[in-house]
């Protein structure tokens, strides 16, 4: 069988000012394409649908959309799980009607997919808390999917049923659910799969970092990083959500890949090439994997200049790329000058001014807090030590609406 692997959509994600919507409907078509040429049995979503748990609605609409196109009717299985982004309850609420287009969405780490059958001969012949058996129209070999949506480690206790969580107890005790559903159903007659959304690494090695902008999964309350060692044997390939650079992390006991985002969504990510991830996996034999490329969506470009007239040089060569411009100067940004920056680019998302003095230099390096300061005042301190020069009205504005706000 033929499976896609995708993952981090975060539909209704925008960048600055800048709407990605038009760009997230380009490539959302690009992967059914995709699905579509190479005749794929099954489209594995690793989490992060929407950006944030309350969507726009014209993200939740695009949503369906695509997800109906992947399923072609009925004959293709598409599983979805919840990444850190997501609601639970909202991935899962259109459960009884998507199931009958072949589509099972997963809120929780222990979410149960009720059995069913279709015309087309799609059907999930086994399930319990956590995996799922399906029967596929165009295959002869079962697929059995463990699947594991983000739960942070509150939400972990429950599922799993652990209590004072010791450093390595969530570790232990995933891995333990997974090879006891791996034992009790991954045997050699069918393709074996682990889904999930979390932060996976090999034991002992540096831990990478997370997004630029993406909530982090590392942190007090959130689960930590599962290792490449507490994937069962059994399992042919690990397909994983969360980071948004496209990677391999492991090879044993099988591939294991973060896919990517189909968009780069921060200018952490800027010139990184996005894809998804094609596998062909038999029943008993190594799964391959291949990467293709998503060529929708603008290309996220930084650029650091010493005049004015080099980034406008620049950006007039980029005119299709979302921006970001670091200007080296030895004055503050004129307004004239911003006003040509703009004109000559209509996708820039931000203006860097680094000011080359030596006062501003020594501020940047070892910045001092006066605490006595009033709360204005502070964060004026902090936005010349971020961006090399005071605010203007209009942000403070908006610093004493949000603050006002705040004391309400």
Request: with cysteine; charged share 25%.
């Amino acid at each position: 069988m033929k499976i896609l692997h995708t993952a981090d959509w975060h539909l209704g994600k925008r960048l600055e000012r800048f709407s990605r919507l038009e760009e997230q409907k380009a490539v959302l078509q690009e992967i059914c394409e995709i699905a579509e040429q190479e005749k794929v049995d099954a489209v594995l979503v690793a989490g992060d649908l929407f950006d944030a748990f309350n969507p726009p609605a014209e993200a939740a609409e695009l949503f369906y959309k695509i997800l109906k196109r992947l399923s072609g009717d009925g004959n293709r299985a598409v599983i979805a799980i919840a990444g850190n982004h997501d609601s639970p309850e909202r991935i899962e609420a259109p459960d009884p009607l998507a199931r009958e287009c072949g589509i099972i969405l997963a809120g929780y780490p222990d979410s149960v997919v009720a059995p069913f059958s279709l015309e087309s001969g799609l059907a999930v012949t086994r399930s319990e808390p956590g995996f799922l058996e399906l029967k596929l129209p165009f295959s002869p070999t079962l697929l059995r999917i463990l699947f594991t949506p983000y739960a942070n480690e509150n939400r972990l206790k429950t599922c799993l049923g652990f209590g004072e969580n010791p450093e390595t107890e969530l570790r232990s005790l995933l891995q333990q659910r997974w090879q006891t559903l791996a034992d009790q159903y991954c045997d050699t007659a069918g393709v074996n799969i682990l889904l999930a959304h979390l932060f996976m690494m090999q034991q002992g090695e540096t831990v990478f970092e997370e997004p630029e902008d993406e909530k982090p999964i590392l942190h007090v309350g959130g689960a930590q990083a599962v290792y490449t060692e507490s994937v069962p044997r059994q399992i042919q390939y690990v397909a994983l959500g969360h980071l948004h650079r496209k990677q391999q992390i492991g090879a044993e006991p099988c591939p294991i890949f973060y896919c990517s985002s189909p968009l780069a969504y921060s200018m952490s990510e800027a010139e990184q090439d996005k894809y998804v991830i094609l596998v062909e996996a038999e029943a008993g034999r190594a799964a391959t994997c291949r990467a293709r490329k998503l060529k929708s969506g603008r290309r996220l470009l930084r650029g650091s200049f010493d005049s004015v007239d080099e980034a406008i040089a620049w950006l007039r060569e980029n005119p299709a790329a979302l921006v970001e411009i670091t200007l080296q100067t030895e004055t503050f940004l004129a307004a004239e000058e911003r006003r040509k920056l703009n004109e000559a680019h209509g996708g820039i998302v931000a203006v860097i001014p680094l000011v080359k003095t030596a006062e501003t230099t020594e501020k940047a390096s070892k910045p001092e807090i006066d605490l006595d300061k009033r709360i204005e005042e502070l964060f004026g301190d902090y936005f010349r030590h971020k961006h090399g020069q005071p605010p203007n009205e209009e942000i403070l504005q908006l610093f004493r609406e949000v603050l006002a706000e705040t004391e309400e």
